[in-house]
């Protein structure tokens, strides 16, 4: 048994937790600090030619917390105003077509393919495609969203409740 006075009192529990507490808040605080990141969309359906390699571009935000995107100048770039590692994402719903292959790309500001997905074996029913990737990026990178159908004819890139024709990154580290 230890001695009355080695043990805690109830002001060294309530002093640990308070700077407990403070700890928290203070990395929380950090964290709001640093969100920085941004989400665009377009609000019409864009249509993607046949056998066209075709880079979107995007006429809305749904944030942007660091001058990332610019509607008016390059509105299909999203650009690191902060360095860091971002999570990005692109995602879009193609309109039905059973016929051929859809490829969905997100492509950095030397032209290098940094994530890809693809489907074949389509159905008359719209397809949804995601691509997501964590990349480092400097100051001044950019990345854009594109794409390449080969269905014989154009298709629509179709505008959905806050999830078709949607870009983002989002600043993790």
Known sequence: MLPDSILPTPEDDIARILRDYDRRLSHLETL???D???RVF???TLFVPNVTFTTFTFDSERWDTDGIHSVAVNPGRLTARTAGKYVINGQIRYQGNAT???E???VNSVGSLIAITDKS???TDGQDFSVTTIYDLAV???ITMATF???GVPLGAQVGAEFSLEFMMQKIG
């Open 32 to 34: 709001e600090a640093d």
């Open 36 to 38: 920085i990141g941004a």
């Open 42 to 44: 377009n609000s019409v």
């Open 100 to 102: 051929g292959l859809r």
């Open 104 to 106: 969905l790309y997100i």
């Open 121 to 123: 074996n389509l159905s």
């Open 140 to 142: 001044g990178d950019w």
């Open 149 to 151: 159908q080969n269905s």
